[in-house]
């Protein structure tokens, strides 16, 4: 039996992140050859050395040199992955009147445009080749609203649309597509925001770990071609 990593490629985008990291490296523990990007050239090839892969600069926040960015890491590829797990994303938390137009744009363009611009890029060539799996990641706050999450729902109920869109375009190409929505996370996004010193929020020790979000993904790559997970929500029991 062919095992399911077996000469595989994989695109972690966000891969610098708390989570992103956790994924890259546990798709590498599988024997997946992991390319993953980062906005730090340092972060991504320190990333990429611990795990034996390939770093590659991508930022979100710099829209207008986005689509030739995108365009030099396909031919550093040198074709569309096999698995693409979007993962890069900021987080803030404010009620409306205290969100500026900076925060919500920002939001808007790291977390939604950023995905949807890595989907345009790479879907082509998956379903040129007739496979692939997307992995977008998601958020809980994606399907159900929270106080002062204005920015960041905004964003992640807008790629929920992506997503859904995507699915039904992407239907007999052999090209898969899953939305991870996990609960809240434990990265490092939340230091500023110190949730244990807010009641209103889940404490770091009822929050996942992004090994788990990585096991999710993992478990998302390992089913057979024939079955499509469309969504997928995990939560800390």
Not at 172 to 186: H, Q
Not at 202 to 226: G, I, N, T, W
Request: hydrophobic share 40%; aromatic share 6%.
């Amino acid at each position: 039996m062919t095992h399911p990593f077996e000469g595989k490629t994989g695109l972690v985008v966000g891969g610098g992140g708390d989570i992103g990291k956790a994924v890259a490296e546990t798709l590498s523990a599988q024997g997946v050859k992991v390319h993953l990007t980062s906005r730090s050239k340092d972060k991504a090839g320190d990333v990429a050395s611990q795990i034996g892969g390939f770093g590659h600069v991508l930022d979100f926040k710099s829209p207008d040199t986005l689509e030739r960015s995108l365009e030099s890491l396909l031919e550093s590829l040198g074709d569309s992955p096999d698995i693409l797990v979007n993962a890069a994303g900021i987080f803030s938390l404010d009620p409306i009147t205290e969100t500026s137009l900076e925060v919500f744009r920002e939001s808007l363009t790291v977390n939604l445009e950023g995905p949807f611009a890595v989907i345009r890029c790479f879907l082509p060539g998956m379903v040129s080749r007739g496979s692939g799996l997307i992995i977008n990641i998601g958020s809980v706050a994606g399907r159900m609203a929270y106080p002062g999450n204005v920015s960041y729902s905004s964003a992640k109920y807008g790629l929920r649309g992506v997503h859904e869109v995507l699915v039904e375009e992407t239907r007999k190409t052999g090209v898969r597509a899953s939305l991870l929505e996990p609960s809240a996370t434990s990265t490092t996004l939340w230091n500023s925001i110190d949730p244990d010193g807010d009641d209103k929020l889940p404490s770091r020790s009822e929050m996942l770990l992004p090994s788990d979000v990585a096991q999710a993904v993992k478990f998302l790559c390992s089913r057979p071609a024939s079955v499509h997970v469309p969504v997928l929500a995990i939560e800390s029991s």
